[in-house]
Structures are given as structure tokens and as C-alpha cells.
């Protein structure tokens, strides 16, 4: 079946420093989004990007869709960063979020 | 600008019980509506999604049922809660299927 898989399960950082998360997924994906939550909240979403390079503040994700594949990159990294990052991607019957990448940002 | 609220914030109710947890999108015609629940420190799980009024359709079987009585109200319910329905509910809508989803705050629900 559909599956997403993120890594890596948890990112400790100083801050300051750059964080890279990843995210596979198994099957043709119609769209990816990744999304952030802080403990006990709501999911934001971050960006949309099914493929390609997109860019919203410290944010970059690349989309290799043919490789199955999503990154998220954050630039200079702070505390408020802290929480989970969720990619998510609609298959042709349902949308599978991955486990979730917990990053900790440490002052 | 659209919004998106859910009601209510939390419940305790009692295993057994019967439940019902509401979502209106507000700013948005005929959206593409969608419930998730999501475990206490685990991943969302989509559980049902609607693209038309009066049409529902379950992604995975939880003993729970959902229904769209109006374009922008979406209703999750069940007559008998069990303790695996613990856990956060979260609503979203869309323009489509392959569109942005933008999510509600949510609902806490602990069952005992």
C-alpha cells in the first residue's frame, strides 16, 4: 500500500545550524505538503510542492518526483523552530501522512 | 479569507457513550472536506473525505461514521465510543484532491 517514510525520526540542532529533513514516499504522489506542529497544536502547512524547488522564508523543499523522493531544508535554524514536520502525499485513493521528523532546537 | 472551526475544543466522555464532533469551513464554496485522528504522539491517519455535499467517503474503518449535511459543515460521529477513539481529530479542506489542505485547530477527545 501507500506508504510515506520521513527521516529522521528526531534532530537535535544548536541554534543557528541548518536542518535537512527527508521524506520517501512508495508510490506516485499527485501532490506532497509538508506541514509543521507544535506539541498539542494544530498542523501548519509549510509548502506545497508536488515537484520541483520551492522557497518560502528559511524554507526550502525539493520535490524529485520520479525518484519518489522530498526535502525540507531549514536555514539558520531558532528555537521556535522546535516541534514536528510532517510530509504528507495524496495517492490516487487516500493521503498518507509519514511518521513525523521531531526537531529540538537548543539555545 | 476562509476559516475553519471545530467544536468542540475537547471532551471526556465515557466509554460507550455517543459522539459528535463538528467542522465548518467559513470563506469557501464546495470545498474538498477531510477528517484525520491522530494517536497521542503518532502520525494523522485520514479517516474520511467529502468532495459534494451529502457524499461521504471512509478511507480506513474505525467504528466511526462521518457525514456532510451542508456544503460547509462536516460531522464525525459515533453511537459507542471505545477507547482506541482517544486522540485528536483534526479536520482540513482543500479546492481538490491534489490541492494545499489547510487544517482546523482540532479537537481533543479522552475517552474513559
Known amino acids: 500500500g501507500q506508504q510515506v517514510q520521513q527521516s529522521p525520526a528526531s534532530l537535535v540542532l544548536q541554534e543557528g545550524e541548518n536542518a535537512e529533513l527527508q521524506c520517501n514516499f512508495s508510490?506516485?504522489?499527485?501532490?506532497l505538503q509538508w506541514f509543521y506542529q507544535r506539541p498539542g497544536g494544530s498542523l501548519v502547512s509549510l509548502l506545497y510542492?508536488?515537484?520541483g524547488t520551492k522557497h518560502t522564508g528559511r524554507l526550502t523543499s525539493t520535490t524529485v518526483t520520479k525518484e519518489r523522493r522530498s526535502s525540507l531544508h531549514i536555514s539558520s535554524s531558532q528555537i521556535t523552530d522546535s516541534g514536528t514536520y510532517f510530509c504528507a502525499m495524496a495517492g490516487n485513493e487516500k493521503i498518507t501522512f509519514g511518521a513525523g521528523t521531531k526537531l529540538t532546537i537548543k539555545p | 479569507a476562509q476559516t475553519i472551526h471545530q467544536w468542540p475544543v475537547a471532551e471526556i466522555k465515557a466509554v460507550g457513550s455517543p459522539l459528535s464532533l463538528g467542522c465548518t469551513i467559513k470563506g469557501k464554496s464546495s470545498p474538498n472536506l477531510y477528517w484525520y485522528w491522530q494517536a497521542t504522539g503518532g502520525t494523522l491517519q485520514q479517516l474520511f473525505y467529502?468532495?459534494?455535499?451529502?457524499?461521504v467517503e471512509s478511507v480506513v474503518q474505525l467504528n466511526l461514521s462521518a457525514s456532510r449535511p451542508k456544503d460547509d459543515q462536516f460531522i464525525l460521529s459515533t453511537e459507542k465510543l471505545l477507547l482506541s477513539h482517544s486522540g485528536f481529530y483534526l479536520c482540513?479542506?482543500?479546492?481538490?484532491?491534489?490541492?494545499?489542505?489547510?487544517f482546523g485547530p482540532g479537537t481533543r477527545l479522552t475517552v474513559l
Open positions: 482540513a479542506w482543500s479546492l481538490g484532491w491534489v490541492y494545499e489542505q489547510y
Open positions: 467529502s468532495i459534494t455535499v451529502g457524499q
Open positions: 508510490s506516485t504522489a499527485t501532490q
Open positions: 510542492n508536488p515537484s
